[in-house]
Antibody
């Protein structure tokens, strides 16, 4: 069974940093495409980033240069490093297994709140 | 402003058939698969349709997807109260090198 569990969310001040983690089970992260998707309170879904099995990464323009997606193959985990956080980055962040570059299996999400 | 365009709301009565549209362009829907998601209040999205018209195991056959050119649609037949949720379409966009979502459609079962 595919299971994704995010952690690392919390309250952070504008300009601050946070690292989100996604623990995967039931499959191997390194051989799959993996993504992060976020949802601001009361808003729709917004794609954030993807990492291919070969290591290629892509980012939404809204986070390019501030966020970094990575993975730890030995721990079967996906990460998202969030730097230079802004108020508008407040959202629930979902980790997803994306076999055809589109999210198919989702975690339960972790809330990031950027506030002073 | 979302890259994929969906109606913000839709409604129907129990037993009815409703359709939700999703309009895009040649760089996304026109050249890539469309997925549809259902999001119940307070929960993570769940995939309803993948590869334009395929249902994952466990998704009732009341849900069906189709695609034509640069548009796609989700049909729900035999509407039930538990279908009240937000529905999103998504596709990979070759020009943006990223996933684009529709703005979401809130379905009400009257």
């Amino acid at each position: 069974e595919v299971l994704l569990v995010e952690s690392g969310g919390g309250l952070v001040q504008p300009g601050g940093s946070l690292r989100l983690s996604c623990a995967a089970s039931g499959f191997t992260v390194s051989t799959n495409y993996m993504s992060w998707v976020r949802q601001a309170p009361g808003k729709g879904l917004e794609w954030v980033s993807i990492i291919y099995s070969g290591g290629t990464t892509y980012y939404a323009d809204s986070v390019k240069g501030r966020f970094t997606i990575s993975r730890d193959d030995s721990r079967n985990r996906l990460y998202l490093q969030l730097n230079s956080l802004r108020l508008e980055d407040t959202a629930v962040y979902y980790c997803a297994r994306t076999p055809e570059r589109l999210p198919k299996y989702w975690g339960q999400g972790t809330l990031v709140t950027v506030s002073s | 402003q979302s890259v994929l365009t969906q109606p913000p709301s839709a409604s129907g009565t129990p037993g009815q058939r409703v359709t939700i549209s999703c309009s895009g362009s040649s760089s996304n829907i026109g050249s890539n698969y469309v997925y549809w998601y259902q999001q119940l209040p307070g929960t993570a999205p769940k995939v309803l349709i993948y590869r334009n018209n395929q249902r994952p195991s466990g998704v009732p056959d009341r849900f069906s997807g189709s695609k034509s050119g640069t548009s796609a649609s989700l049909a729900i037949s035999g509407l039930r109260s538990e279908d009240e949720a937000d529905y999103y379409c998504a596709a990979w966009d070759d020009s943006l090198s990223g996933v684009v979502f529709g703005g979401g459609t809130k379905l009400s079962v009257l």
